[in-house]
């Protein structure tokens, strides 16, 4: 169990899944650059996370709900929480105060882009229900992604597997801030669509790179005698 000064941001788990080093670069080192796609990101977010809370039919939504999770070590907001009205012998409900019927919460992560599977959203999406779990002290089966540009959801279960990938996700996170290294830059296919590859260089600064030699030609001056 960690305790409350070790709580680490639910969203670093997306960053750790998708690349370690850009995990430690925006944790340990405090850099971040915004392209397009991430602006877009950050708008659908904080619509999602202006706290509010609204009833619709059968169902309650909550917007930007804290949650934490002290067996993870790990705290943030859901983007939305939908606490949905089921039958009274549901098992696996809560109640809430001053309602006779009984709730149960799908969350539901926010993100740009089409609809697509992305197993750091998922993990993401999962660390979230398993901090509610916690909170609640009730189960939760299910989640949604929402991708800002299909309009569209698509629905997670949060079975075993993936809730033992969460778990390691997590304690990866912490031995990677306890550490306080950034991991060394691999050049990937997907470097080419993260926001901060300009700060990472992973084409310039990969295990096989010589930081010197990078950095005498980046200050050489270039040959500019006329073609």
């Not at 993100?111 to 697509?116: C, I, N």
């Not at 309009?151 to 996700?169: K, P, S, Y």
């Not at 691999?186 to 930081?211: E, N, Q, W, Y």
Request: neutral net charge; contains cysteine; aromatic residues 6%.
């Amino acid at each position: 169990m960690y305790s409350e000064d070790d709580l680490l941001p639910i969203s670093a788990l997306s960053h750790l899944v998708f690349c370690e080093r850009r995990a430690g670069l925006i944790l340990l080192e405090g850099l971040w650059d915004d392209n397009a796609f991430t602006a877009e990101g950050s708008l659908l977010h904080e619509q999602a996370h202006k706290p509010s809370a609204e009833s619709r039919d059968n169902c309650r939504i909550v917007k930007g709900l804290w949650l934490r999770s002290f067996e993870l070590g790990l705290c943030g907001r859901a983007d939305v929480v939908e606490f949905q009205q089921v039958p009274q012998e549901r098992t696996s409900t809560i109640s809430q105060e001053g309602a006779t019927s009984r709730w149960q919460p799908l969350l539901v992560e926010y993100k740009r882009g089409r609809l697509r599977r992305e197993m750091s959203f998922e993990v993401q999406l999962c660390a979230q229900a398993m901090c509610l779990e916690e909170m609640l002290g009730m189960k939760v089966t299910s989640g949604a992604v929402f991708y800002g540009k299909s309009r569209r959801r698509l629905e997670i279960a949060l079975d075993q597997e993936l809730r033992e990938e969460t778990r390691t996700a997590a304690e990866r996170l912490h031995v990677l801030v306890a550490s306080g290294r950034t991991p060394s830059a691999v050049f990937h296919r997907k470097c080419r669509f993260c926001s901060i590859r300009d700060l990472c260089l992973p084409t310039a600064m990969g295990p096989k790179k010589s930081v010197r030699r990078y950095l005498r030609q980046a200050t050489e001056p270039q040959d500019e005698t006329p073609a």
